[in-house]
Each structure stands twice: as structure tokens, then as C-alpha cells.
């Protein structure tokens, strides 16, 4: 089947916005499957550094990438069956995940990898670049962010919540260097498409910011059934 018929909704955005949260609940809603397509640049960090790679070498980076050995099954993230579900979510993984992301050859070697993810009925994913580059034809962009004290607040609470340690002047600080570094890159930087619609979800609860996609979706159908 032409895959392009099949329906996405890209939601990009900056680090601890609330992008996985919210494309999990409409996911869940619709029964679409779900992309975390940042999983995959942390799990090429988490690979990166069990092999103690040198990630100045672009190269070396690339073929890790395109060999990785990872599935996912329900909650859980497998790398060469081990459950790494929390063990790529320190941040130390997403400060290395978002420097190996500026090379142009990880970002090729994962691009397929993701596409991949576009099976009937549909797929909602979030990211940095989804409705930019990997899923262009995207019928729904959103470019979901909040302030950066609050997204530091909720990646402090988040991170705590795992039992992992977490320092809120230090995650604010990491959080506004990933931003500046995910954002300023040559090659699929994070921004706000004219095509994608901004979600500033500061001040909105979690079941807010859902309702606000599912009705963006709603009314995209009712227009293109028009
Ligand atoms: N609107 C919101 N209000 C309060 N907490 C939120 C909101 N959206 C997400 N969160 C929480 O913030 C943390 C980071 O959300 P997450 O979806 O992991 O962000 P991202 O995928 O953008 O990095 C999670 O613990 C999540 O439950
Ligand atoms: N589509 C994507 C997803 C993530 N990345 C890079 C940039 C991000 O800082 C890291 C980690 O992404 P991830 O979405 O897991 O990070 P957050 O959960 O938003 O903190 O990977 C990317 O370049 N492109």
C-alpha cells in the first residue's frame, strides 16, 4: 500500500515540553501507533557510550545507528534484549543524544528507521523534526513547547519520579543548552514550521493540551470530508 495515505500527526517541539506525554495520549485515543523518535537518537547515545565509541567520528556514530538492535513492547524499550526503558532517559543520555543528532549521517542512518513507524491506521510521533522532515506530508504539525523553568520543573519531577537524581538549577541549565544546540544545528533544526500549529502548553494541563490536538484533528477531518 502507498504508506503516504496512511495518516500522521507530528508533534515537535522542545526538551520536557510535554511532546511524548501528549502524542501517547492521542495515540491511545485514535488507536494509532507512536513514535519516539527521540528514543532512538538516546539509544544511540546509550550504545555509543557501552562501547565507549568516539563520538567526534561521525562515521563510527552512523553504523551504530544503523545496526542498532532495538525493539519496543508495550511500556518497555529493548537494545540487544536489554530493557534500557529508563536507562536512556538520564540526561546525561539526552546531552549526548542531542550532540550525536547535529551529524547529518546518524540522522540519515535513522530516517528509514522511522518512517518505518507509518502503518494503518496511523501514527502520531513526536520529536524535533517530524513534521519537517521525516513525515513532511504530515496532516497534522503541532509545535508543542512551554517555558523553559516550567519544562525544567516537569523534567525535575519526571526525572524524580524514576528514582534517578536530578538538580533543578543544573536541568534548567542543560535544558536551555540542549534547546540553543537542538535549535542553532545546520541540519533539521528544531523550529516552529509555517505549516505547524504552536501549542504553548505553560499553563495547561495535560488533558488540555490532548483536548487541543484531538480538536485540531477532529476539525483537519471535518474539513477534508467537506
Ligand atoms: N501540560 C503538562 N502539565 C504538567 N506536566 C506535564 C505536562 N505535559 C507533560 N507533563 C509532564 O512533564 C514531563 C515531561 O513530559 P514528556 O512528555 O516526557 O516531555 P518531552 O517528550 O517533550 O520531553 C512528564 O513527567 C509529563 O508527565
Ligand atoms: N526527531 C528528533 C528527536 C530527538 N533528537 C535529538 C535532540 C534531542 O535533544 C535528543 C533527545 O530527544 P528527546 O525527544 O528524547 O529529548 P526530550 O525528551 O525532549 O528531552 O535527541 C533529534 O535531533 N531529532
Redesign the pocket.
Same mark, same amino acid.
Given at each position: 500500500m502507498n504508506t503516504n495515505k496512511i495518516p500522521v500527526i507530528a508533534i515537535? +517541539?522542545?526538551? $520536557? %515540553?510535554g511532546?511524548?506525554t501528549v502524542a501517547q495520549l492521542v495515540a491511545r485515543k485514535l488507536g494509532f501507533h507512536y513514535l519516539?523518535?527521540?528514543?532512538?537518537?538516546?539509544l544511540v547515545?546509550l550504545k555509543t557510550m557501552q562501547l565507549n565509541t568516539d563520538t567526534q567520528n561521525p562515521i563510527a556514530v552512523a553504523e551504530i545507528a544503523i545496526h542498532l538492535n532495538v525493539f519496543f513492547k508495550d511500556e518497555h524499550i529493548y537494545l540487544d534484549d536489554t530493557i534500557v526503558t529508563n536507562a536512556?532517559?538520564t540526561e546525561q543520555c +539526552?546531552?549526548v $543524544? %542531542?550532540q550525536?543528532?547535529?551529524y547529518p549521517q546518524v540522522?540519515a542512518a535513522l530516517t528509514e528507521r522511522?518512517r518505518a513507524f507509518r502503518q494503518l491506521p496511523g501514527l502520531v510521533t513526536?520529536?524535533?523534526?517530524?513534521g519537517s522532515v521525516?513525515f513532511p506530508d504530515a496532516v497534522l504539525k503541532i509545535y508543542l513547547t512551554a517555558s523553559a523553568e516550567v519544562r525544567a520543573q516537569r523534567?525535575y519531577k519526571q526525572l524524580i519520579e524514576k528514582g534517578m537524581n536530578a538538580n533543578i538549577a543544573d536541568l534548567l541549565q542543560d535544558?536551555q543548552k540542549?534547546d540553543e544546540?537542538?535549535s542553532s544545528?545546520s541540519i533539521?533544526p528544531?523550529q516552529q514550521g509555517v505549516d505547524a500549529k504552536l501549542l504553548d502548553t505553560t499553563s495547561l494541563t495535560i488533558s488540555q493540551a490532548q483536548d487541543a490536538v484531538l480538536s485540531w484533528y477532529n476539525d483537519m477531518l471535518a474539513r477534508t470530508r467537506v
Open positions: 515537535d +517541539g522542545p526538551s $520536557a %515540553s511532546k511524548g519516539d523518535s527521540g528514543a532512538l537518537y538516546r547515545a536512556i532517559r +539526552g546531552i $543524544a %542531542s550525536l543528532a547535529a540522522r522511522q513526536d520529536g524535533r523534526d517530524m521525516i523534567r535544558i540542549r544546540r537542538d544545528r533539521a528544531l
